[in-house]
């Protein structure tokens, strides 16, 4: 019963974004990976009944889900084959090794053309693969070469193609940049392909720390973009990691806040209230669980009020349909605000991880300390709680004006 419960929260805590997701066992071994357009939608497809033999047997061996989010469903795939192809699981057995699917080739040359194909030669080339899905493969190349161009004909011309000047191919037929460099963009392709983008992102960081202690700071700048757009590329999320660490370090959580929900009010006086809940998955918003509440209970002034009933009604809704708490609640104001959020869990028989951050200075205050903490302005955990607080102060004020505009009309 407790490894049902868990897995259905596991399920249901799924974010409704694109990426990649891994089934455990008991012993923590992946027994599957499969990818997702909408990875909450795809895994609630197997709390259901009627599934096939192969799903239902996989289902009754799994403890525990991993999520991987990608920015598209096509760089999903790249992740999958990848780490099919690493883990080897069980329930993967059908794709390992089948030459009907695509492939990406990397060719063995001087400078080496990237492309597709459905025949795995003898030749000394690399091949990645198999995926399965052509046209999600190539929706995913495209994301890559916008960052990593590359080469991809068949024999190298005499003068520049049309990819060069759009910014897809660095023109190694012309001269336009030298071995060592594409190799390197070559090396960076691979390592994507390989699943293994973190580790890019680590040699990246070094180079770039590199370029700007040699005050080369235009290469560093063009680094630091590679860096951050690696986030979409199906990296296991360094930067997101970087600030959910930080954040469970200073604030001494028991596990990394991987969901998060901040909430904030507004009212003008007192009229037409409403208060704001958005959530953050990974470190992303997560805008399907956004949730908006009308002020009902309060009147006159009173934010503390307004904060201690969207969150009553917020988390009794969760206890009345069995939906697993967040990691951390974080309310936009001050201390007061957060012993007004404290007392409604206490009364739900709540213990969920909650702090509040204050405006202006933004201090950060905890349920396990008078005094707030002062971090630096450029932590990665004061960042990301400033862009919940932030997101959750929009959500609010653009319900607020809704509510407002209909009472304009109904005049």
Same mark, same amino acid.
């Given at each position: ?12 805590s ?12 008991? %012993? !923590? #071994? $992946?027994?599957?990976?499969?990818? *997702?357009?909408?990875? &909450? ?6 709390? @259901? ?28 795939l ?14 993967n ?28 030669g ?8 198999p ?42 037929? %012309? !001269? #336009? $940049?030298?071995?060592?460099?594409? *190799?390197?963009?070559i &090396? ?6 390989? @699943?293994?983008?973190?580790n ?32 979409s ?41 409403c ?46 349909? !069995? ?8 309310i936009?104001?001050g ?64 319900y607020?004006h809704?509510?407002?505009r ?6």
């Amino acid at each position: 019963m407790d490894k049902q419960k868990t897995l259905k929260e596991n399920i249901l805590s799924a974010p409704d974004s694109p990426g990649v997701y891994l089934i455990k066992d008991k %012993a !923590g #071994k $992946i027994i599957y990976i499969g990818k *997702a357009k909408s990875l &909450k939608k795809r895994l609630g497809s197997y709390l @259901g009944g009627g599934l096939e033999a192969k799903a239902a047997a996989m289902v009754s061996n799994a403890l525990g889900i991993e999520c991987r989010l990608t920015q598209t469903e096509g760089l999903a795939l790249l992740l999958e084959a990848a780490l099919i192809h690493k883990y080897e699981p069980r329930y993967n057995v059908a794709l390992r090794d089948d030459k009907s699917f695509p492939f990406v080739k990397i060719t063995d040359e001087e400078f080496p053309a990237v492309c597709m194909t459905r025949k795995v030669g003898t030749d000394t080339g690399r091949y990645f693969g198999p995926y399965t899905n052509a046209k999600l493969l190539r929706q995913a190349l495209k994301v890559v070469r916008k960052y990593f161009p590359y080469r991809s004909c068949k024999k190298m011309p005499r003068s520049p193609c049309i990819y060069y000047r759009i910014g897809l191919s660095p023109a190694p037929c %012309a !001269g #336009k $940049i030298n071995k060592a460099e594409y *190799a390197r963009t070559i &090396k960076s392709i691979s390592l994507i392909l390989e @699943g293994k983008s973190e580790n890019l992102i680590k040699k990246l960081t070094k180079e770039m720390h590199l370029a700007a202690t040699q005050r080369k700071f235009e290469e560093a700048a063009a680094l630091r973009d590679k860096i951050l757009s690696l986030s979409s590329l199906g990296a296991e999320y360094h930067i997101p990691q970087a600030a959910l660490s930080d954040l469970k370090e200073l604030l001494g959580l028991k596990r990394l806040p991987m969901r998060i929900e901040g909430f904030d009010v507004s009212n003008i006086y007192g009229k037409e209230a409403c208060a704001s809940l958005v959530s953050f998955y990974d470190a992303r918003p997560d805008k399907d669980n956004y949730r908006r509440f009308r002020i009902r209970a309060v009147k006159g002034i009173d934010d503390y009020a307004m904060t201690r009933e969207a969150v009553a009604r917020r988390y009794s809704r969760l206890i009345k349909e !069995g939906l697993p708490l967040p990691d951390l609640i974080l309310i936009d104001g001050g201390r007061a605000h957060l012993l007004a959020g404290q007392r409604e869990l206490m009364k739900l028989g709540l213990k969920a991880p909650l702090v509040s951050i204050a405006k202006e200075e933004e201090n950060i205050y905890t349920t396990a300390r008078i005094k707030p903490l002062r971090l630096n302005h450029d932590t990665p955990a004061l960042n990301l709680i400033r862009r919940v607080r932030n997101e959750a102060h929009r959500f609010a004020l653009s319900y607020h004006h809704i509510l407002r505009r209909k009472i304009l009309i109904g005049r």
